[in-house]
């Protein structure tokens, strides 16, 4: 009894860490601009996109997909001071676009994700 409890608990510890060790594996995306779905006004915009963890800027990538589905990569400004961030501009016309984000974290994980939202003529 008192060897199959040993044996319970060391397996829950080996469990949890485990678990841990893979829910800080990639980098997570914790806020954005522009925001998922949401709405901007034409023209030149700042992309900022930021993550949990810290990012390798120059092998990450940011791809602008317009309203007519053409694709365009974007330089993304390495920044020592934000290692957490993808940072970059675009000059958006009114439509629906798609931001394809691909992050590698320093670890050696790649995590990729879209975020849509629509530009709006400018007032």
Known sequence: MRRCRRFVILSL?????????????????????????????????Q????????????????????????ETTLAITADGDKPNELDSTADLKPGNYTLHWQALALDGHLTRGDLPFT?????
């Open 13 to 45: 510890a080996v469990a949890a860490a485990v678990a841990s060790v893979g829910a800080s594996a990639h980098a997570v995306l914790l806020d954005s601009t522009p925001k998922a779905h949401g709405a901007l006004p034409a023209g030149h915009t």
């Open 47 to 70: 992309v900022v996109l930021k993550y949990n963890s810290k990012i390798d800027q120059a092998r990450s990538r940011l791809v602008l997909v317009a309203p007519d589905h053409s």
């Open 119 to 123: 530009v709006t003529a400018a007032p």
